[in-house]
């Protein structure tokens, strides 16, 4: 069964600055699909940026860019240029083809002013 | 263009008693996936439905839990008799076909007294 684990339950980054988000996933499987979602209080959760494991380009999302490697079955989100706005919890996930989603247990993110 | 739509955004019941959750996937999205959100499980997946194709039911946690898409469009999750273990965030997604990005609705908050 494929797993996804996020190792950092909360972080912290100061305003304007850099912070990134680690993700590692279990899987045998040679094509799928990797997420980040964001959940604000709200508890909508929206979506942050996609990766199709056939692409070794990193996906990119004006301040959100990943760093994928699929060999490691890494996946984080880095956060440029971080806003009060980006404060929330964010949740890795993986998906097969055609399949549910997987998540991780989720990094809360703390922007501070 | 509208999102997922979720009714009730709150429910509040009894235990025993049975409830049923609402979802309206975005229109022309042919995939409708339930999840649930709670403290101690994380998000998990319930149940899928793709086309006219018979539903994938393996995460409903117990047969108290059932699921229906009418027209290929909305969706009613129902709980019956109710279990306190059973308060969450029901969450719903819908996506274009069961390859895209799935794109969640604002989800129901279940309290079971």
């Known amino acids: 069964a494929q797993t996804v684990t996020q190792s950092q339950p909360e972080m912290s980054v100061q305003e304007a600055e850099t912070v990134t988000l680690s993700c590692t996933y279990d899987t045998s499987e040679s094509d799928y699909y990797l997420f980040w979602y964001k959940q604000p209080p709200s508890r909508q959760m929206i979506l942050v940026i996609r990766q199709e494991a056939y692409k070794q380009q990193n996906a990119t999302e004006n301040r959100f860019s990943v760093n994928f490697q699929k060999a490691a079955k890494s996946f984080s989100l880095k956060i440029s240029d971080s806003q009060l706005g980006d404060a929330a919890m964010y949740f890795c996930?993986?998906?097969?083809?055609?399949?549910?989603?997987?998540f991780g247990a989720g990094t809360i993110l703390r922007v501070k002013s | 263009g509208a999102g997922v739509s979720q009714s009730p955004s709150n429910k509040v019941t009894e235990k025993g008693k049975d409830v049923e959750l609402r979802c309206d996937p975005i229109?022309?999205?042919?995939?409708l996936y339930w999840y649930r959100q709670s403290l101690g499980q994380g998000l998990e997946f319930l149940i899928y439905?793709?086309?006219?194709?018979?539903?994938?039911k393996s995460g409903l946690p117990s047969d108290r839990f059932s699921a229906e898409r009418t027209g290929g469009s909305v969706s009613t999750l129902t709980i019956q008799r109710t279990q306190q273990e059973d308060s969450a965030v029901y969450l719903c997604?819908?996506?274009?076909?069961?390859?895209?990005?799935?794109?969640f609705g604002p989800g129901t908050r279940l309290l079971v007294l």
């Open positions: 997604a819908s996506s274009l076909v069961a390859e895209e990005t799935q794109y």
């Open positions: 996930a993986y998906r097969r083809i055609g399949n549910k989603l997987v």
């Open positions: 439905f793709q086309g006219n194709s018979a539903p994938d």
């Open positions: 229109s022309g999205h042919t995939a």
